[in-house]
């Protein structure tokens, strides 16, 4: 599935939520899986969540674990990320892409785009 683009980010307390979502295509096969990942300024990319499309396996990011719950529906071609008990440190943008394992991790496919992201900011 190749992502088309992430929204449903916006501005929330600590201790709040929010959904995320990503639309993608499926006219191109790239990979069975749709990785979340989040980047705030001055730092590195974090992975955050995947999501197997085929039978719905879930991974998580340490951080995200017991708060966060990734999800799909193959009939919308749309995967999400549900944000529950948000944090400071969880303002980011947001990405979703194509992932791959590397290891005992999940990468970006090589060479897939990047789509503009949703911001989330958790205010304090």
């Known amino acids: 599935q190749v992502p088309l683009g992430e929204s449903g980010g916006g501005l929330v307390q600590t201790g709040g939520s929010l959904r995320l979502s990503c639309a993608a295509s499926?006219?191109?096969?790239?990979?069975?899986?749709m990785g979340w990942f989040r980047q705030a300024p001055g730092k590195e990319r974090e992975f955050v969540a995947a999501?197997?499309?085929?039978?719905?396996?879930?991974w998580y990011g340490d951080s995200v674990k017991g708060r966060f719950a990734a999800s799909r529906d193959n009939a919308k071609n749309t995967v999400y990320l549900q944000m529950n008990s948000l944090k400071p440190e969880d303002t980011a943008l947001y990405y979703c892409?194509?992932?791959?394992?590397?290891?005992?991790?999940?990468?970006?496919?090589?060479?897939?785009?990047w789509g503009q992201g949703t911001q989330v900011t958790v205010s304090s």
């Open positions: 499926g006219r191109a096969f790239s990979s069975d899986t």
């Open positions: 999501i197997n499309w085929k039978n719905g396996f879930v």
């Open positions: 892409i194509s992932v791959v394992p590397r290891g005992s991790k999940w990468a970006p496919l090589p060479n897939a785009n």
